[in-house]
């Protein structure tokens, strides 16, 4: 039996995991692509989170993790409720890990490495810099870090490689239908 679910993003209300992430996600001519971090510290690809607190469920710790290291971007787009409804939490009990899927304005993907670059050079909170850049992957890259079937032109390291692990149980083309269902 799998340990995985999936369901809408406030489900992630009712589960604690030691790890909550956030990956926003658009559509643009038919093609899905996602939003990724390269680790300021390791320059490695990693997804949008972290440790949850001892005080949060999966929810808030997402969202916050989302606020953090996108530097606020997002201005707490998680707590409008239509995206709430939209976005596809993902949870494996067994390696207490959580991410959602959330959909985002297609018109981000022009705008929002730029607005990245140029908040973070504003800012002197240290939480603000775990990030060195944000960056687009399409459904071809996405699915190659997942499932490392080609050589990949990013960088992975041994972050990715432990979250890669939580999604292949899951990214598949099943799930890629589903999200562009919420889109």
């Known amino acids: ?19 909550a992430a956030v990956i926003p996600y ?7 692509r996602f939003l990724l971090g390269v680790d300021n510290a390791t320059k ?31 201005d707490n787009v998680l707590s409008n409720p239509v995206t709430m409804y939209k976005s596809i939490a993902v949870y494996d009990e067994k390696s207490n890990l959580s991410s959602i ?7 981000l993907i022009y ?6 670059d140029e908040r973070k050079s504003l800012s002197t909170k240290k939480i603000h810099h775990e990030m060195d ?4 992957v399409d459904e071809e890259e996405m699915h190659d870090l997942i499932y490392q079937t080609r050589n ?7 972050m990715w490689t432990k979250l890669r692990n939580f999604y292949s149980k899951v990214f598949d083309e099943n799930f890629v239908r589903l999200l562009r269902r919420m889109c």
């Open 133 to 136: 850049r944000l960056l687009w």
């Open 152 to 158: 990949s032109q990013k960088s992975v390291g041994v």
């Open 101 to 107: 899927f959330m959909p985002v304005d297609k018109d």
């Open 26 to 32: 658009v559509m643009i001519e038919g093609s899905l």
């Open 44 to 74: 490695d690809i990693t997804d949008i989170g972290g440790g949850v607190k001892r005080h949060e469920v999966s929810l808030s710790g997402a969202e916050r993790e989302l606020e953090e290291e996108a530097i606020g971007i997002f």
């Open 111 to 116: 705008t929002i490495e730029h607005t990245f």
């Open 1 to 19: 039996m799998s340990s995985v679910t999936i369901n809408l993003a406030p489900f992630l209300a009712t589960v604690k995991t030691k790890r």
